[in-house]
């Protein structure tokens, strides 16, 4: 019974190991608080109850009275308004990171900050010269100024569209969003405009808000873009690198710090500042520094520097039942504040950094640009403090790790790519893909959620889709439950792939020189680099002269929890994508809205959504949508 108990909590025998733990010391979990939260309220799934004015709360009965708010808002109205506003908050959540890195950029670039430098000089000038900004002749620290200028100015309305949107989709997809009115004039526009329709009194047309929240979802599609695009100039286009995934990587002779959150403007500092400091922790007993990684800080670290990622998402409150977790260092966005408490449980300083995210219980150490290093440099001395502290002490580290080969940017696949076609390196995935070795792509993204055995959503999807020969690619605590799972270690590729994908892996493996197949699952990196994909995509689209709409291409985000999921999924939605969200979406309470996304928006933009919380029948779904795609093509 226990066992069954673990396993539907999780699938990862590490995080079972890490609640068993719990329960044995009396340290509160995400699951205990799901149990006492239980039941859940009904009318919220279903999007049936709003407090945006003080009149409320108010609950609509799908099954009787009453049928209307008490301002006269009907049950569409309502589940409209909510949606939307889930789109804004995603959108302003990715944007936010977005700008933070324009803003970093443009104190590198005026000379403000000295703790940064341009990583990587070719992104910088493929980001300009798509943006059109002159780079003959110029020096970089100015071309940089002008991109982070360009950033910036994206956020605010204006008469021109916003660049990180009309320039990364295809030509086709400009005139469709065109056509709809869906392009963004700012991003910051996009998400004051749907807080001021979802007020009270103002937008009750159910399509009308859907269409407003569809073109704040473009918005985030440009927040993700800009972030990846900056981060890359920034910290370096990430290339394939070798590590570990999971709680055994931990160290009980380490100074063991997890870095968690979302944006890599601290963390990469603190990466580099560690290795400075091995003296330091060694002098203090320790072997050295560990780094680890948490959720999508994680991904940013991993897929360029090789930190190991110990865990992701449902299961962040795990890595420090283990008693050897010496501090986490949080920037924002998906950091539970229980945290805190489990910190207080465990001894481990929990170190908050950024102005937006503070936490009760946790020392804050404020976080600027001007004084990155120093302030790295003062989250490490804690951690050796705290480990001066455990030194000695009896520690459980489960004995779970898997090996993860990631860090596939676009620039990766297509370099990887050109060795077996130089000329025209996007021909040999097309050829594959017209030929049936690849059936089509499939994009997962998004969290865990606690409603879901954690991790089995993507598991039992990945599994079919892998076996039906479909390429797979993952993002953010998406990638994260895979690598846990072995699904990035290329040792696994046979086992897991159809004939057709593990040969065109293998092919593309062995002319790169690696003596083997590239692992199953692709990383592409933290949540904001779904990006990659949509540039995947769009790149096929154009060397097929097709638009977005007409690929064999599907996202997944089987587990989410975010509202940054919900945005994600409206802009997938969007670039004619068939999305899949695989928990209940509060959307069912009202009939019209549910067909729209499920249904009529396909009529507009070409993609849709699909709700399945059956991940069998989800994958089902996903190979028909792929195989409709295939057909529309001519394609068997």
């Not at 609640?19 to 049936?48: H, N």
């Amino acid at each position: 019974m226990e066992k069954e108990k673990l396993t539907g909590r999780s699938m990862d025998p590490a995080v079972q190991e890490m609640i068993s733990r719990a329960a044995k010391e009396g340290v509160e979990t995400v699951w205990d608080r799901l149990e006492k939260m239980e039941p859940q309220c009904g009318f919220g799934d279903l999007g049936l109850c709003c407090r945006h004015c003080l009149q409320g709360p108010c609950r609509i009965n799908p099954f009787g009275e009453p049928q209307r708010g008490i301002c006269g808002a009907s049950a569409d109205t309502m589940v409209a308004r909510g949606l939307d506003r889930a789109i804004a908050a995603g959108t302003a959540a990715h944007s936010g990171h977005a700008r933070h890195l324009a803003h970093t950029l443009k104190k590198m670039a005026k000379g403000e900050t000295t703790d940064y430098t341009i990583k990587d000089r070719d992104k910088l000038l493929a980001v300009a010269g798509r943006l059109g900004i002159a780079v003959e002749g110029r020096e970089d620290m100015a071309i940089a100024l002008d991109v982070a200028e360009a950033a910036l100015a994206d956020f605010h309305e204006k008469d021109t569209p916003v660049l990180w949107a009309a320039t990364t989709v295809t030509p086709g997809r400009v005139k469709v969003l065109s056509d709809l009115g869906l392009v963004p004039r700012g991003i910051d526009h996009e998400i004051s405009e749907i807080m001021h329709r979802t007020l009270y009194g103002v937008d009750a047309d159910p399509v009308n808000l859907l269409l407003g929240g569809l073109r704040c979802g473009v918005a985030d599609l440009a927040g993700c873009y800009m972030g990846t695009d900056l981060a890359d100039i920034l910290f370096g286009v990430p290339r394939p690198v070798v590590t570990e995934a999971n709680l055994g990587t931990l160290k009980a002779d380490a100074v063991n710090v997890a870095l968690h959150g979302h944006n890599p403007v601290l963390s990469d500092i603190i990466v580099s500042v560690a290795r400075e400091m091995e003296a330091e922790a060694q002098k203090a007993g320790a072997s050295g520094i560990n780094l680890l990684g948490i959720c999508c800080t994680g991904n940013e670290i991993l897929m360029r520097h090789g930190v190991p990622s110990c865990t992701h998402s449902v299961s962040q409150e795990m890595v420090m039942l283990t008693g050897a977790l010496d501090a986490m260092v949080v920037d924002y966005q998906c950091i539970m504040p229980a945290v805190a408490t489990v910190a207080e449980c465990c001894g481990t300083p929990l170190i908050t950094t950024m102005e937006i995210c503070k936490i009760p219980g946790a020392t804050h150490i404020q976080f600027h640009e001007e004084t990155a290093v120093e302030n790295a440099k003062a989250a490490l001395r804690q951690a050796i403090a705290a480990f001066t502290r455990r030194k000695g002490k009896p520690v459980q580290i489960p004995a779970v790790k898997q090996k993860v080969v990631a860090g596939f940017s676009v620039e990766t696949i297509v370099g990887a790519l050109a060795k077996l076609n130089a000329e025209d390196p996007l021909k040999p995935l097309i050829d594959n893909i017209v030929a049936g070795n690849i059936r089509g792509v499939c994009l997962f993204a998004g969290c865990n959620n606690v409603k879901v055995s954690q991790d089995l959503n993507f598991l039992t999807i990945a599994r079919r889709l892998l076996q039906e020969n479909v390429l797979v690619l993952a993002t953010g605590c998406g990638a994260g439950a895979l690598m846990r799972h072995g699904f990035l270690d290329p040792a696994n590729t046979a086992a897991l792939c159809g004939d057709g994908l593990k040969a065109v892996l293998t092919a593309v493996g062995e002319a790169n020189g690696l003596g083997g197949p590239l692992p199953p699952v692709l990383h592409l990196g933290s949540c904001v680099d779904n990006s990659r994909a949509v540039a995947v995509a769009v790149a096929v689209a154009n060397r097929l002269g097709v638009d977005t709409d007409k690929l064999p291409v599907v996202a997944s985000a089987a587990e989410a929890v975010s509202e940054k999921a919900v945005s994600i999924g409206a802009y997938a939605v969007a670039a004619g994508l068939p999305t899949h969200v695989g928990v209940m979406l509060p959307v069912l309470g009202s009939p019209l809205v549910t067909q729209v996304l499920t249904e009529k928006v396909k009529d507009l933009t070409g993609g849709y959504f699909i709700v399945e919380l059956d991940p069998a029948a989800a994958a089902e779904k996903l190979l028909a949508a792929i195989d409709q795609r295939r057909a529309g093509l001519g394609l068997k």
